[in-house]
C-alpha cells in the first residue's frame, strides 16, 4: 500500500516541527469561547502538518440544539470541502466521542491531539486500530474547565455523552 505508506513518511517527517501545545491552547481558546456562549467547554481546531490552523469549533449543542455539534464535528464542518484531510491534524480539548472519531477516520485524518481523556475518555482504541497516531497531553487547563462544568451542570453533561435521562 504506497499509498498509506507515503503517507506516514510525510507525517513523521512535518509533525517534528509541530507544537502540539501550541495547537491546544487554540483549541482550549474555542473551548472557551463556548463557555462565554453558555455551552459546553469543548473546543477543537484542524491544522495542516506544519502547525497552519485550517478551521476552528466549539461544541455548540446548547447554544444550536443540535445534538451532533460536538466541537470537533462543528471544526470539520467549518473546514468544509476538500481533498487533504489525509494531511491534516486533529485538534480536541477533551478526548473525542465515538460520532467524532468516526468522522475522523471517515475522512482519513491520520493524526490527533487530545487535551485530556481523564473527564472522559472517547473511542482512542479506534483511533489505534486504524493506525491514527494520538497523543493525549493531559493538560491542566482541559481538565479543570471540565470539573467546573460538570460539577455546575451535570445533567447538561449526561446529555452530551449520551447518558440515558431518567
Ligand atoms: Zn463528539
Not at 7 to 29: G, N, T, W, Y
Request: with cysteine.
Amino acid at each position: 500500500m504506497p499509498l498509506l505508506l507515503s503517507c506516514h513518511s510525510e507525517l513523521s517527517e512535518e509533525s517534528m516541527s509541530m507544537d502540539e501545545r501550541l495547537l491546544l491552547k487554540e483549541a482550549i481558546a474555542e473551548a472557551k469561547l463556548g463557555l462565554s456562549e453558555g455551552g459546553i467547554p469543548i473546543g477543537s481546531v484542524l491544522a495542516d502538518l506544519s502547525g497552519k490552523i485550517i478551521s476552528r469549533g466549539h461544541n455548540l449543542r446548547i447554544q444550536t440544539g443540535d445534538p451532533t455539534a460536538h466541537a470537533e464535528v462543528v471544526c470539520i464542518r467549518n473546514a468544509g470541502r476538500r481533498t487533504d484531510w489525509h494531511r491534516l491534524v486533529l485538534v480536541s480539548t477533551l478526548s473525542p466521542c465515538i460520532m467524532c472519531t468516526g468522522t475522523s477516520l471517515l475522512y482519513k485524518i491520520p493524526r490527533v491531539i487530545i487535551g485530556e481523556n481523564r473527564t472522559f475518555k472517547g473511542a482512542e482504541d479506534l483511533f489505534a486500530a486504524n493506525g491514527v497516531q494520538c497523543s493525549v497531553l493531559q493538560e491542566p487547563e482541559c481538565i479543570e474547565i471540565m470539573r467546573e462544568f460538570i460539577q455546575a451542570h451535570p445533567d447538561v453533561w449526561n446529555e452530551d455523552i449520551g447518558v440515558p435521562g431518567a
